[in-house]
């Protein structure tokens, strides 16, 4: 019997989206992030891959911190901004800003209607093809707002990403 299936194995697994805070030399970004995972329960450690050649991966090298937000299914919009524009062409913390969609916790400026924050402390990097894997203790987490999560099929299903 022969099955057709349309999405290749690593799409048929709907997976959550995130978004990174860091900080910069010159300004501070936010970016979209789906490639992320517990890896560890003690002590408490992700991995979390990062573009190359991004503002974001540029921030993390030289802080070697970052807030991993869980975001909410109301905020699929902002995936035209965090994912689909260059932190190194436009100052995205700026732009959310002006929108009033901004708050800040450890010094990070977070989006306030995110379900969950989490501050990760990088402890190895590793090279990941594209991406920057990035292996990190969660140092701490703060949950923000009820709800559900923004997943990969709720972007597909609004014509944002296709899969």
């Not at 010159?26 to 992700?46: G, H, L, Q, W």
Request: hydrophobic content about 40%; charged content about 25%.
């Amino acid at each position: 019997m022969s099955v057709q299936i349309k999405k290749k194995p690593w799409n048929r697994v709907d997976l959550p989206v995130y978004s990174i805070s860091s900080k910069g030399a010159e300004f501070d970004n936010m970016n979209i992030i789906t490639y992320s995972t517990a890896v560890s329960m003690k002590p408490k450690r992700f991995i979390c891959a990062v573009y190359k050649n991004t503002k974001t991966l540029e921030n993390v090298r030289l802080n070697g911190q970052f807030v991993l937000q869980i975001l909410s299914d109301s905020q699929y919009a902002l995936v035209r901004l965090l994912g689909k524009q260059s932190g190194n062409k436009i100052n995205k913390i700026e732009k959310l800003s002006k929108r009033n969609l901004l708050s800040e916790w450890k010094g990070f400026k977070i989006l306030k209607e995110a379900l969950a924050l989490m501050e990760m402390k990088v402890i190895h990097e590793m090279d990941g093809g594209d991406h920057v894997c990035f292996l990190c203790d969660v140092v701490a987490y703060k949950n923000l707002n009820d709800g559900k999560e923004l997943t990969l099929n709720i972007l597909s299903e609004k014509k944002i990403i296709s899969i």
